[in-house]
Structure formats: structure tokens, C-alpha cells
């Protein structure tokens, strides 16, 4: 990347693939500032320093741009967790390492949802598909997304005995249900006026209420749950 010395003041000549990459910071800044409705291409252009055209050279609309800030965020979100992780003593007997673990994904969701509400909620506005939830844009350091980084840790909960193998398929469903519904009413719901004590007890017991529930026995003669599809 370079400043342009010629007439336009202030214009950036980036090398091929820099000004994606600089389109896309721009626009994570945004979105960390106001959500994803204050990601436009113009001021991300103006932010990358080049004229609102040169942004079609990589993205085919503002949806395109978009959806690459949202992998984006999606990454900054899965540090997030990684970070959490790291501080889950590695001396802990193995048990006693994977629930850690399992916890602590769940709080490093909360609390980034907490800390970075402008960069969760972008994360999820065009996460459209499961498959999404893979995609290698999404990633933090440790080659995991948010989602992967949830499905490790229930691995190590069936490997460890804590959850039985027959409860394993679709359980990142349930946990994912429930601290992202708790993430969204201390960002954007009625919940947003607890202080940090509150919040703090609520998040414990949040994911410690999950990790019970996901091994709890089912009801002897209660039917599986079936969808209702219009």
C-alpha cells in the first residue's frame, strides 16, 4: 500500500488483494461502532482511502461487503473464545479440564456479546446457513469458528463421561440456543439493566444449567419432540 502523490489528496494505491482486505477492516470498524446497518461501501471506501468505485473491484454490492465483515467478526469472535480458553488451568484432571473448557466457551460468548455488541450482532446478520457457520473466514487462531470451537468442547465432555455419546448429535444446537438467547437479552432486551454482579451470577448459571440439561435423562413416556412445518 502506498499514498498516492499525484492529484487526488489523500487517495491509497494498495497492491492486489490489500484493498479487499482494507475494504473489509474498514468495514469491521464500522460495524464495531454502530452494528451492521453502519457498514456502507461509501465511508468504507472513504475509511480505505479510495473512491467508492474501486470497492466493485471486489465486492459486487454492499451485500457482498457485508458478508465478508461478518466472517470477519465471526473470527474476531472466535478469539474472543480462544482467549477464554487459555485461561483454564491445564493441570485440572481431565474431567475436570473438559467442563472447565466446555464453561468457558459459553462465557467467552457472553462476554464478548457484552464487550463487542456492535461486532455480535453483525456476526449474525447474514449467517443464513449452517454451513456458513464453517466457513474458513470465520476462524480464529486456532483454525476453529465460534461454532467448531463449541462442538470441541462437548467432544471432550463425551471423552471425559460427562455427557453420554446417545446425547452428543445436535447438542450445539441446544447450547448455542440457550447462551445466545441470554447474550441477546443483556445486549438488545430487558436484561440490559442488570449490573455486572447480576450479569456475572446469570452467566454461571447459565452455562452450568446447560451442561446439566444437555445429560439429563429424558422423561420415561414422553414423546420426542417433533417439528410442525406449514
Known amino acids: 500500500m502506498s499514498r498516492n502523490s499525484g492529484g487526488s489528496a489523500g487517495r491509497v494505491t494498495y497492491r492486489h488483494g490489500d484493498l479487499r482486505q482494507a475494504l473489509i477492516q474498514a468495514g469491521l470498524d464500522l460495524a464495531r461502532q454502530g452494528g451492521p446497518e453502519a457498514v456502507v461501501l461509501r465511508e468504507a471506501t472513504r475509511r480505505a482511502g479510495v473512491v467508492p468505485n474501486a470497492a466493485y473491484r471486489h465486492f459486487a454490492d454492499l451485500d457482498a461487503l457485508l458478508a465478508a465483515v461478518c466472517s470477519a467478526a465471526q473470527a474476531e469472535f472466535a478469539r474472543a473464545i480462544e482467549a477464554q480458553l487459555t485461561q483454564v488451568d491445564a493441570s485440572l484432571a481431565p474431567a475436570a479440564r473438559a467442563r472447565a473448557r466446555f464453561h468457558a466457551v459459553g462465557l467467552g460468548y457472553l462476554r464478548f456479546a457484552q464487550a463487542e455488541p456492535g461486532l455480535f450482532r453483525t456476526a449474525f446478520w447474514l ?60 445486549i438488545d432486551g430487558p436484561l440490559r439493566g442488570l449490573d455486572d454482579a447480576q450479569t456475572r451470577q446469570l452467566e454461571l448459571r447459565l452455562v452450568e444449567m446447560v451442561e446439566r440439561g444437555l445429560d439429563a435423562p429424558a422423561q420415561a413416556g414422553t414423546p420426542p419432540a417433533q417439528s410442525h412445518e406449514p
Open 127 to 186: 449467517s443464513r446457513t449452517l454451513q456458513q457457520s464453517a466457513h474458513p473466514e470465520r476462524r480464529g487462531d486456532s483454525g476453529l469458528t465460534p461454532f467448531q470451537l463449541l462442538g470441541t468442547t462437548l467432544d471432550g465432555l463425551v471423552e471425559t463421561g460427562l455427557l453420554a455419546a446417545g446425547r452428543r448429535p445436535g447438542a450445539e444446537f441446544l447450547a448455542w440456543s440457550a447462551v445466545h438467547g441470554l447474550a441477546t437479552l443483556l
